[in-house]
């Protein structure tokens, strides 16, 4: 599969209803945690992880998390489509580029909704949305871990 390499404004005048800088909070889900500035993320020492497309800062491996019971899991969509994505609390390098969609849901109870690179508009992968929280499934050889 190639990477999308479609001008990021086309992308956002065509997904303008949804897309936004960062990717939003649902409001009845309220954080304690400091919130990202424009993508960049205090790593405090953790592995920074990049969009391997641009090299774009998406998340650390401190907001790595399990969601039953794992970080990675491997799914296929409807048309077949393989995909190994890891489970993240934050992606901050991410912006939304869909309606929240609650068929096909690879996690019950979830709604979902596409995300892109916020700098180049590589698909990265889904934020799942739902029982009063919210996580980042992110496709895993679309991101590269520094060392």
Known sequence: MRPCREN???????????????A???????????????GEQETSGHKRILCRQCLQLITT????????????HTFSNPAGLLFQIGCFR????????SAPEAQWSWFPGFSWQVVLCSSCATHLGWCYTGSGDFFYGLIL??????S
């Open 8 to 22: 990021p404004s086309n992308i956002a005048q065509r997904f303008a209803p949804w897309m936004s800088k960062a």
């Open 61 to 72: 491996a401190a907001e790595c998390i399990e969601i039953q019971g794992s970080h990675q």
């Open 90 to 97: 934050r992606a901050g390098g991410c912006v939304m580029a």
């Open 24 to 38: 939003p909070q649902p409001d009845e889900i309220v954080d304690k945690q400091p919130q990202e500035n424009d």
């Open 141 to 146: 050889h679309r991101l590269l871990q520094e």
